[in-house]
């Protein structure tokens, strides 16, 4: 499992993450930050590496957890 101090989110990758907590779609967060729905997927993507998760949901639940967001 990623260590705490390991686990470095990008701003855009907090972002991502924030949105999709208040339950927005790639789409939507896309035209929200003004970026395209693949950036975000890429971000989205990213996040859920850095963090060891298989789904946006986890994604978002293990950042809130360990403070990231």
Sequence with gaps: MADVQEV????????CLRWIEQGKSSWEIGVILNVSENTVNFHVKNAMRKLETTSRTQCVVKARRLGLI
């Design 8 to 15: 470095v989110l990008s701003e855009r990758e907090k972002q």
